[in-house]
């Protein structure tokens, strides 16, 4: 293996065989960070882009990433979404400095002045000719030449999908009938609504936050909100999908309405009992939803996004690599433009289990920090990842681990380690 702080790639006989050992070297190398921006996020997947409720009118445009690449999202004059490079063609600058906008005419970069079309074409440049014969660009400098990259752009649900590979394949068969069912289910034909968003700075490595995302293992045990008020426990009725590439997932369950399993977690010595009472028990009194009774929903989309069915608490969860060590986690909540003004307070009180400080989700926010620092001194070692078996597929049981296996399937196929 190569040394640590070396710039030599990983190669296939760095990683154990099989799925169950995890280097810790993958989540503090540079090399790593930057192969992954090439393999992973401008390869052949499709990421997450933003809502086309985001662009409701011709002109809209919405800033963004795929990967640590910055990226504008526009819907043209004739209705049609575009994506391209946020990146100057001249000399690098970002084109749209704020997060969204109209720019019925296009846009203008700061620096110099060169002008893109909301298709992402260059469309002019400042002092082209120069001044009085004097100057400029050269006789056979052609503005159809230069622009940013452009992506390509497809939608499920309402959500806006794009990948830089011309070779990716359609969005429906990257996303498989399954996840792209089980992704429908939560919007049911619905027009979304952006209820709130903000960006969560995590010290640790994005691939670390994946993990506990895909991790049913962790949920109602690291979280003690979740064990207090019986909203998911292991022993309850629910399951783990895992695609056939392992890449995407998606884990749920349903509140048990029977005896609620104190004496399952008793007897392992998990924190499950607290005199915490909710001031406001309103805060979990929601509506029902879906007719398939199931109350928490996370799935998520390889390589980064996440779609989060918590009772009525729909979010969509972005997350954007910022180096080896740092990451944004982007949450947009959501709600549906049919609501009833009582699933709408419903939707705002049940907000507050998700985010940085939310009953539920507060956790997440340190544990990817406390692998980051205790892994920092040992980048030969592995983690153990065999809850549930050493395979990647599906199960009945969310004593598992097997989407955290699949994640790392894929990421060894699309990364050639």
């Known amino acids: 293996m190569a040394a640590e702080g070396s710039t030599v790639a990983p190669t296939p006989c760095d990683w154990p065989e099989g799925l169950t050992r995890v280097p810790f070297w993958l989540f503090q190398r540079d090399d790593v960070y930057a192969k992954e921006q090439q ?8 990421s997450f882009l933003c809502l086309e409720a985001d662009l409701p009118n011709p002109g809209d445009w919405r800033a963004t990433h795929v990967g640590d690449a910055p990226v504008v999202v526009t819907r043209n004059q004739a209705g049609e979404l575009h994506a391209f490079e946020n990146r100057c063609a001249h000399r690098g600058s970002l084109i749209c400095l704020e997060e969204r906008g109209k720019a019925d005419k296009g846009f203008s970069c700061v620096y110099h002045a060169w002008t893109y079309n909301l298709e992402g074409d260059l ?30 752009v497809e939608t499920h649900s309402g959500l806006v999908f794009g990948t830089f590979a011309a070779d990716a394949p359609a969005l429906a068969d ?113 509506f029902e939803e879906y007719e398939d009774g199931v109350t928490l929903q996370i799935l998520t989309v390889f390589p980064a996004v996440v779609v989060q069915q918590i009772q009525n608490a729909i979010a969509i969860r972005q997350v954007v690599p910022r180096g080896p060590d740092k990451t944004d986690l982007n949450w947009i909540y959501l709600g549906f433009e ?59 049981s969310r004593v598992t681990e097997a989407s955290i296996r699949g994640f790392w399937k894929a990421y060894r196929a699309h990364m050639g380690m």
């Open 39 to 46: 393999q992973l996020f401008q390869g052949r997947v499709w």
């Open 338 to 396: 049919d609501d009833t003004p009582d699933e709408r307070i419903a939707r705002l009180k049940q907000a507050n289990l998700v985010g940085p400080a939310g009953y539920i989700s507060m956790e997440d926010g340190c544990v990817g920090g406390f692998v980051q620092r205790g892994t920092a001194g040992a980048p030969s070692e592995k983690a153990v990842i065999e809850m549930g078996g050493k395979t990647a597929e599906g199960s009945e």
């Open 123 to 152: 469309t002019g440049v400042a002092f082209m000719k120069g001044i009085k014969g004097k100057g400029g660009m050269p006789p056979d400098f052609k503005v159809g030449d230069h622009g940013p990259r452009k992506l390509r």
């Open 174 to 286: 990257y996303l498989g009938e399954e996840i792209a069912s089980r992704i429908s289910r939560v919007f049911r034909g619905r027009k979304p609504v952006v209820l709130g968003r903000f960006t969560q700075a995590l010290p640790n490595n994005w691939k670390l936050y994946i993990e506990n995302v895909k991790d049913s293992y962790h949920a109602s045990i690291l979280h003690l909100f979740f064990t207090t008020f019986e909203l998911n426990r292991l022993s309850q009725k629910g399951a783990i999908i895992v695609d056939e590439t392992g890449g995407h997932h998606v884990s749920y369950s349903a509140i048990d309405k029977g005896p609620t399993g104190n004496a399952v977690y008793a007897d392992q010595k998990i924190r499950s009992d607290s005199d915490y009472k909710l001031a406001d028990p309103s805060l979990l009194h929601g």
